[in-house]
């Protein structure tokens, strides 16, 4: 069966320091790639997807970047953060079928302080 | 980009069924609508998803409007741990990917 795995799952880091969150999907190959994030209190915000190896497209944030360097594998990258990167950060896979549902992994809780 | 419309809240007594709309005037042909969940500090998780017709699994039922315009999440008997946040979302065709975007989504309160 398929997992998806996100870690860490709590993290504060200070202003201006880097970030790196790990994802990985085992039991799957070629799965469509997403990041997304949580404001408090907010819905959901597409940040990057990605279709195959080294195929990105960011939606909005502009200093965070994302990076698949393997096929199962999807990173969340910033080299300095802000306060307002402070979310909850979701990981999540599909089949590359129209209707494959989408599967999340269990989040990272960012705090920048 | 087609866009969902969904009410901001709910509520619904235990046990009773539950209707939760969702309104998609601008959808395409080939847009799937799915729905998900979301319990407190966890990620969404799949309810269900359909395309023209009617759905239904061990976790909810879909009715989809004739022309596609609208749909309704339906949970026949509302229990406590319903209580969670629902998204209602098309899957769009960009560039040959598919982005998935959620909107806000309709939190429901199950009253005991």
């Known amino acids: 069966s398929q997992t998806i795995h996100q870690w860490p799952a709590t993290l504060v880091q200070p202003v201006g320091s880097p970030l790196s969150l790990e994802c990985t999907v085992e039991g799957t190959s070629n799965p469509n790639l997403y990041w997304y994030r949580q404001a408090a209190g907010r819905g959901l915000q597409l940040l990057f997807y990605s279709v195959g190896i080294g195929q990105i497209s960011s939606e909005v944030p502009q200093n965070l970047s994302a990076s698949r360097p393997q096929d199962r594998q999807f990173i969340l990258s910033s080299k300095k953060l802000l306060l307002s990167d402070s979310g909850f950060y979701l990981c999540a896979w599909r089949g590359t079928a129209n209707n494959s549902p989408l599967h999340f992994g269990n989040g990272t809780r960012l705090t920048v302080t | 980009d087609a866009k969902t419309t969904q009410p901001n809240s709910m509520e619904s007594n235990e046990e009773e069924p539950v209707h939760l709309p969702c309104n998609h005037s601008t959808i395409s042909g080939t847009d799937y609508i799915h729905w998900y969940r979301q319990l407190p500090s966890q990620g969404p998780e799949y309810v269900i998803h359909?395309?023209?017709s009617n759905v239904n699994n061990r976790m909810a039922s879909l009715a989809i409007a004739e022309d596609r315009k609208s749909s309704t999440l339906i949970l026949h008997r509302a229990t406590l741990r319903d209580a969670a946040v629902y998204y209602c979302i098309l899957y769009m065709n960009s560039g040959g990917y598919q982005k998935v975007t959620f909107g806000i989504g309709t939190k429901l309160q199950v009253i005991p």
């Open positions: 359909g395309l023209t």
